[in-house]
T-cell receptor, first 118, second 111 residues
Framework: EPEVTQTPSHQVTQMGQEVILRCVPI?????FYWYRQILGQKVEFLVS????????KSEIFDDQFSVERPDGSNFTLKIRSTKLEDSAMYFC????????????????FGPGTRLLVL | GQNIDQPTEMTATEGAIVQINCTYQ??????LFWYQQHAGEAPTFLSY????GLEEKGRFSSFLSRSKGYSYLLLKELQMKDSASYLC????????????FGTGTQLKVEL
């Protein structure tokens, strides 16, 4: 069964450094997402992406964050200057469609990247 | 905005049935999703409801009442491996298919 994959599984960085988290969505999916989950807290939406554009972003997704689809398979999240409070599990997700039939909009999550900012 | 409420914890016995409730308030409703999340792992899709009623999928069923802003996930024939957090998530109309998650219900299945 097709899966979303993410690399790396763990990343440790110093405050102020840039990090890039990578994701390979399910191959026939057209909509891509990033969510984060701070330890012990709920999953929070960051951004959705379709047709090489951001469809929607949350207030968390400020100028320090950016997303890119650099080629036909990868989807990346860049944090330009990491802060201590960026420490979290970051999940990539993808769906066939973005709206309409709920079945097509069902989001499938990758295993996550655990980011620790020191 | 959206607000989603779930019980924080529940305990049930292996082989039994458990019902996990979720209530929500949203400005525009376009589907409710249930995910299972084991500690340190990704949310795994279980079921969705867009229309009122019960959707059955093996040992798992999910119910929705849009007029009441209420859903539940029913797990039958509980197994030890069902011990996990169960996340209720609401999709709103418009925009980029964003899911808003509740805090999750931590289910513990005991012998």
């Amino acid at each position: 069964e097709p899966e979303v994959t993410q690399t790396p599984s763990h990343q440790v960085t110093q405050m102020g450094q840039e990090v890039i988290l990578r994701c390979v969505p399910i191959s026939n999916h057209l909509y891509f997402y990033w969510y984060r989950q701070i330890l012990g807290q709920k999953v929070e939406f960051l951004v959705s992406f379709y047709n090489n554009e951001i469809s929607e972003k949350s207030e968390i997704f400020d100028d320090q964050f950016s997303v890119e689809r650099p080629d036909g398979s990868n989807f990346t999240l860049k944090i330009r200057s990491t802060k201590l409070e960026d420490s979290a599990m970051y999940f990539c997700a993808s769906s066939e469609a973005g709206f309409g039939l709920a079945r097509l909009g069902t989001q499938y999550f990758g295993p996550g990247t655990r980011l620790l900012v020191l | 905005g959206q607000n989603i409420d779930q019980p924080t914890e529940m305990t049930a016995t292996e082989g039994a049935i458990v019902q996990i409730n979720c209530t929500y308030q949203t400005s525009g409703f376009n589907g409710l999703f249930w995910y299972q999340q084991h500690a340190g792992e990704a949310p795994t899709f279980l079921s969705y409801n867009v229309l009122d009623g019960l959707e059955e999928k093996g040992r798992f069923s999910s119910f929705l009442s849009r007029s009441k802003g209420y859903s539940y996930l029913l797990l039958k024939e509980l197994q030890m491996k069902d011990s996990a957090s169960y996340l209720c998530a609401v999709r709103a109309t418009g925009g980029g298919n964003k899911l808003t998650f509740g805090t999750g219900t931590q289910l513990k299945v005991e012998l």
